[in-house]
């Protein structure tokens, strides 16, 4: 089946640092999502693309859509405490748009 | 509204017994998920359905029975539980024709 690969799984950074993430896949997505999760609670949409090479901002948050469909980034500037958590990236299965595919996720933490 | 909700939030079973987890959401979405999200790795989905009524399986069904009566509620019912089945459940809905999925807070279940 349709996988996604995050990368990295982890992060270990200092406040106010940018961050860089991104989800790959050996098939074409239509649509990328990007979600977080915080310690202890369900994933909440950041942001969702659905256009080859669009660039969407959320705040200090922005996603691209790959040029290729296969991937996509993750980009937080100036980072903040409150940024720590789990980031999954996730795309609607094509055969049915119903379902969605999650990565793995990457885990960021934040030294004050 | 209080989107979607779980009860319980934790649970500590025995092997063998038997529980269902109980999803409910109040923005009269079709569509109901159930994930399972074991430590360190992505969501996984176990069901889903489309409408009262209807439910079809996901990746990893084997274990588990749904049922759809109605559209708020999406009910997950493990029959025989087994310590493979420890892992913190999710629950999500969405709104036909929309990618975005809205979870809720989780059941963190333990099975010894």
């Known amino acids: 089946g349709q996988q996604l690969n995050q990368s990295p799984q982890s992060m270990f950074i200092q406040e106010g640092e940018d961050v860089s993430m991104n989800c790959t896949s050996s098939s074409i997505f239509n649509t990328w999502l990007w979600y977080k999760q915080d310690p202890g609670e369900g994933p909440v949409l950041l942001i969702a693309?659905?256009?080859?090479?669009e660039l969407t901002s959320n705040g200090r948050l922005t996603a691209q859509f790959g040029i290729t469909r296969k991937d996509s980034f993750l980009n937080i500037s100036a980072s903040i405490p409150s940024d720590v958590g789990i980031y999954f990236c996730a795309g609607p299965i094509i055969q049915g748009a119903q379902k969605l595919v999650f990565g793995q996720g990457t885990r960021l933490t934040i030294n004050p | 509204n209080a989107g979607v909700t779980q009860t319980p939030k934790f649970r500590i079973l025995k092997i063998g017994q038997s529980m269902t987890l109980q999803c409910t959401q109040d923005m009269n979405h079709n569509y109901m998920y159930w994930y399972r999200q074991d430590p360190g790795m992505g969501l996984k989905l176990i069901y889903y359905s489309v409408g009262a009524g209807i439910t079809d399986k996901g990746e990893v069904p084997n274990g588990y029975n749904v049922s759809r009566s109605t559209t708020e509620d999406f009910p997950l019912r493990l029959e025989l539980a087994a310590p493979s089945q420890t892992s913190v459940y999710f629950c999500a809905s969405r709104s036909r024709g929309a990618d975005t999925q809205y979870f809720g807070p989780g059941t963190r279940l333990t099975v010894l």
């Open positions: 693309l659905y256009k080859a090479g």
